[in-house]
């Protein structure tokens, strides 16, 4: 409103009372933008209908997973920081089950690709991350991944500290992304996309 009065009456305003006017709009301006910035701050997640940005993952034992090895499968990725893995068990334990429910054939379609931030791991410590994901790996019986340079942390937006849930398609498209705890009936919303795009519906 300050702008259009100026620009309105701008013949008949000294040049002085101007540049105030105009001031006191930019300084308006300024102030919206540090208000909002907090919240664009907080806001997790890379988003959903949106390319799967480049990503590179390796299990303990030296096995390695690249967004383009995974082209022409469904994928599903649970990531999460080594504290918090006992939150999601439940919501795991149910994306296993949808697994083991499928056809031999079928289950060539869909990567599970759990992921642990070890970001923080360093020389000689990160000798002793891969020992554990080699041992939870077993425990699980599903080969667990480390996210070592952080860059899928940062890529996609995932929130620390927080069970981070992708699906991404076929075609190499986000479809789903999720942060926090998982009820039964966002897990049922998980199965069911699973099953969609895995029969190619």
Request: hydrophobic content about 40%.
């Amino acid at each position: 409103m300050r702008m259009i009065l100026l620009r309105r009456h701008r013949k008949n305003f000294p040049l002085r009372q101007r540049v105030r006017a105009a001031q006191g709009f930019f300084a308006e301006i300024i102030g919206i933008v540090f208000i909002l910035l907090p919240v664009l701050a907080s806001a997790g997640g890379i988003g959903t209908g949106v390319k799967a940005p480049f990503f590179r993952v390796k299990s303990g034992a030296g096995e390695e997973v690249t967004l383009d090895s995974t082209r022409g499968r469904v994928v599903a990725i649970v990531y999460e920081t080594k504290d918090v893995v006992e939150k999601s068990r439940n919501l795991k334990r149910e994306l296993n089950r949808c697994y083991d429910e499928l056809s031999f054939d079928l289950r060539k379609s869909i990567l599970r690709l759990p992921v642990i931030n070890c970001s923080s791991a360093f020389w000689p410590i990160t000798e002793i991350w891969k020992s554990k994901l080699r041992e939870n790996s077993a425990k699980e019986g599903l080969t667990l991944y480390g996210d070592w340079d952080g860059s899928i942390f940062s890529k996609y937006k995932m929130k620390d500290n927080e069970t981070n849930v992708v699906i991404i398609d076929k075609k190499g498209i986000i479809r789903y992304f999720e942060q926090g705890k998982f009820g039964d009936d966002e897990i049922y919303r998980i199965k069911s996309l699973l099953t969609e795009l895995i029969y190619g519906k």
